[in-house]
């Protein structure tokens, strides 16, 4: 069963307090039915932790290690301390169509929240970019009004390279589609927090 907010605030406090903090934490927002480490390549250690975020969990019936968490949350209000989160992943989410378009860029102040400083976010639309809230050309005046700058940006452009990078979070999304749902240019983003700079004495 998903935990609640309580329960999962619960087992990071307890975790801590056995000197168990873990080394990186990852956070996948919408992870639906399949977690990232299911789908791709990138594995989990146990000294790490998988953090699965979705409104409406239905996950299959799996035993997953005990560093895996899911929490039934809306994106927009994570029940998430701040600046504890060091990579979020968000894939196909921005593209999914959906009557919540218009509220999907309010992820953005809430996920700049819970990133680290030295953390990363990754967004990948592997298949219907075509339907998202913003195109490639718009994304990085968004993410600079947002307080992000891109880090990398991975098109199917550079095959070899968008093939290395998608790989980790769906094995699947690295190969050809030839589905006809996949509409748009496919594209995976990395970004980080425009740190502030300390101001200069004169």
Known sequence: MPENRNQYNRIVSEREKRGLKPRKIYLDLGNFVFPFPETGLKEIPADEMYVGVDINQHLNNVQYPNNFHFVEADGRSLPIADGSIDEVYVGNLFGEPSRNQSLKLELFP?????????????VAETLTPKAATFNLDELPGILDKQGFEIVDLVTQDDEEKWKKEIAQYNIHASRVYTHAEVMGRRFLVKFKKKLEQPNESV
């Open 110 to 122: 809430e996920l700049k929240r819970i990133l680290s400083d030295n953390g990363q976010i990754v």
